[in-house]
């Protein structure tokens, strides 16, 4: 699948690099793209960024843009992809951080990204596909994150409970968790986790991609579902009553609650606003 946000296509990687030779440059900036309410720019260093311990290796970042209209202490979490097309098997490599880290950028650092994406003796070997005659293709996906850590797990008495507001694209949004389950026949002996739209605007709706998870933190098989819907006035509320049996949670083998710390996190990318005349 294509790289849902930004793909930058090279169709002479050979000149691409004696161009930035030529300027004395080791690295090219693409150009401004949007991604989840924010601008951002690639940045690819086709020798590796050597400074980062990339000598041998593609380096790949992405740069936050523009951000001088952003609050004072303003914080953005984000999760991404790197793209790398195989151009023999018409697919593309996806390359993730290690761990699938949730990245912060602040006023002190407005980039991130892995220096070490393709050895170079990869990327050059026609064979592979990433390189082929002197063409190569790359791509990335940002996604806003969101983390909520509940602790003191076994003493939560309430039936429901919600995040703090938090701001991803033009809107606020909040997670709703029932540690019990919710009301409903489907959420008995159940997790229940709901993303909802906190400040609806009347007569729009929100096309959002999301994805909730409880963090397995033994290992990396986290709990994940992903959805794709329109939020309204109507329906503020998208997520899943039967999200993970509770007896899965209180199974420490399991390692969803460590220390009777509950971690979910959210993943959502805004993909567009509809507004309903009248």
């Not at 997790?191 to 999301?210: G, N, P, Y």
Request: proline letters at 3%; hydrophobic letters at 35%; aromatic letters at 14%.
């Amino acid at each position: 699948m294509r790289p849902a946000h930004y793909t930058l296509k090279i169709d002479s990687f050979s000149s691409f690099v004696e161009m930035l030779k030529k300027t004395g440059s080791n690295s090219y900036k693409s150009e401004t793209f949007e991604a989840c309410g924010h601008k951002w720019k690639l940045s690819l260093y086709p020798n590796g960024d050597k400074e980062r311990n990339g000598a041998g290796y593609l380096s790949l970042f992405f740069i936050l843009q523009e951000t001088s209209d952003l609050p004072l202490g303003w914080e953005i979490n984000a999760n991404f992809k790197f793209f790398v097309f195989d151009q023999v098997r018409d697919k593309y490599l996806t390359i993730q951080d290690a761990g699938e880290k949730v990245r912060r950028f602040n006023e002190m650092n407005k980039e991130w990204g892995i220096a070490r994406l393709l050895s170079q003796y990869v990327f050059n070997d026609a064979k592979r596909g990433y390189l082929v005659q002197d063409k190569c293709m790359f791509g990335v996906e940002i996604f806003h994150s969101i983390h909520m850590e509940s602790k003191c797990f076994s003493t939560l008495s309430n039936e429901t409970y919600s995040s703090d507001e938090f701001a991803m694209g033009s809107y606020k949004w909040k997670l709703l968790f029932y540690p019990k389950g919710d009301c409903t026949q489907e959420g008995r002996r159940n997790v229940s986790i709901f993303l909802t739209l906190a400040d609806v605007k009347t007569a729009a709706r929100v096309h959002a991609e999301f994805t909730l998870s409880i963090k397995n933190q033994k290992d990396k098989e986290h709990k994940k579902l992903t959805g794709n819907q329109f939020f309204s006035t109507s329906t503020p509320i998208w997520g899943w009553s039967a999200f993970l049996p509770v007896d899965d949670l209180e199974d420490s083998a399991k390692g969803f609650l460590v220390q009777d710390t509950l971690i979910i996190e959210a993943e959502i990318n805004p993909l567009s606003t509809l507004k309903c005349l009248t």
